[in-house]
């Protein structure tokens, strides 16, 4: 058993891994409902407040960004005003980046706020520790490369190190493997990868957790949570990534205008974790592997005529690539719970996934031949012939 609350520490990487998700659904806002119930204390340090606020101004600017060409790509072929007071006319309306900024970081400190982080500061950090560290490539100066960038974990490392021990322990999350090399031996320090091992972990402790299992691995259940999240997947508009990218950021392969599921089959799943548990709620997130097979298309302009007096392409050809994908991804079911008598029953009643389709998922790749517009002509004819002589 676990003497709650339990001091839990957060790094950068955990926030900007979630993308600052505060969805009551997403893993931030589970960790404040443990805050809540006293079952979790969360502690941040005021380097890594910073470095997340760094990150949420920098991934905006990026978003912005991309916004702005789709913006600019839209405007060739549509105006403004024939788009007026529908959702494609915010695209148009952009706001000020510093305002966007600005309500994204308001956000964040008000989740730090309620959810009541703690902020270490900088006070009693061994410099000397840390240089000797540095000098001897220690973690979480492991690596060679660029051993500058890893001061501030350094800093993170020693506080926390002065602020926890064997009688007051911590829990740490981070995804650094470096930050938590350094921290392997100490006592009472326990580290884990992700939010979502840690909901788990304390899940565990609840009488309905065994419940939940025994009702996942029923073979009914199970092939039904297959087909669900199958539907889901050819449901949902999913991006189709057709470039390939090495280590040096050489790019290959295909832009797509047009992409749409052909065939989906999911292989199987395990469950990950727990992530919360109600009197009315379970929350679960699944690992799963999918097989995906995806028709894609796009504009050959290299081998198209171009108009120069109209300024507009008078032929433009369509390349047709047939791509198989095998995805592992996580997906996050929700359960309704059903209580009757004594008895606990489940009802699965929502499912979203992150599945991502690029070079990393991508199995076979395959060049669609194109059709001769007048064979397809003959064959048309020939049905239609064969259809009058049968009437």
């Known amino acids: 058993m676990f003497k709650y609350p339990l001091s839990v520490f957060l790094d950068t990487n955990i926030f900007i891994g979630c993308r600052y998700d505060l969805n009551e659904k997403g893993v931030l806002l589970k960790l404040k409902n443990l805050v809540n119930r006293n079952k979790v204390r969360i502690y941040i340090s005021n380097i890594v407040e910073r470095e997340t606020e760094k990150h949420i101004k ?19 072929n549509i105006s403004p005003a024939i788009v007026k007071d529908t959702s494609l006319s915010t695209i148009f309306e952009l706001p000020c ?23 270490l500061d900088n006070k009693g950090v061994d410099i000397d520790g840390i240089l000797e560290d540095y000098f001897n ?42 930050f938590k090399m350094a921290l392997d031996n100490e006592e009472g320090f326990n580290c884990l990868s992700s939010i979502n091992e840690l909901l788990d972990m304390i899940n565990k402790q609840d009488q309905m957790y065994e419940t939940i299992i025994q009702y996942i691995k029923n073979k009914d259940v199970y092939k039904e949570i297959c087909n669900n999240i199958k ?6 508009d999913i991006e189709v990534n057709g470039l390939d990218y090495d280590r040096k950021g050489y790019c290959e392969g295909y832009e797509y205008s047009n992409t749409f599921i052909t065939d989906v089959s999911v292989e199987n799943f395990h469950l990950s ?29 290299d081998n198209s005529i171009w108009d120069s007096e ?10 047709e690539i047939d791509e198989e994908h095998e995805p592992e991804f ?18 699965l009643f929502d ?6 389709l690029d070079q990393y998922s991508r199995t076979k790749r395959s060049l669609v031949e194109p059709h001769d517009p007048k064979l397809d002509a003959e064959a048309e004819m020939m049905d239609a012939l064969e259809e009058y002589y049968k009437h």
Request: net charge negative; hydrophobic share 35%; glycine share 2%.
């Open 273 to 301: 974790s727990v992530d919360e548990i109600s009197e009315d709620i379970v929350y679960l997130t699944v690992l799963c592997k999918a097989k995906i097979s995806v028709s894609c298309s796009y504009d050959d302009y």
């Open 97 to 119: 980046q510093n305002t966007i900024e600005e309500i994204a970081l308001t956000n964040f400190r008000e989740f730090l706020e309620v959810s009541k982080v703690t902020c």
């Open 137 to 178: 490539a220690n973690a979480p100066f492991d690596t060679k490369e660029a051993k500058k960038y890893e001061f501030p974990d350094a800093f993170i490392i020693s506080k926390l190190k002065k602020e926890f021990y064997k009688n007051k322990p911590v829990w740490v999350i981070s995804s650094d493997e470096g």
């Open 231 to 236: 539907v889901r997947i050819e449901s949902d």
């Open 310 to 319: 109209e300024k507009e392409y008078m032929f433009l050809s369509e390349v």
């Open 351 to 356: 499912i979203s996934n992150n599945i991502v």
């Open 58 to 76: 920098l991934d905006i600017s990026n978003a912005i960004n991309e916004l702005k060409k789709a913006r600019k790509e839209i405007s060739k």
């Open 330 to 347: 996580e997906c996050s079911l929700s359960l309704k719970v059903n209580h009757e008598g004594d008895n606990v029953k489940f009802s």
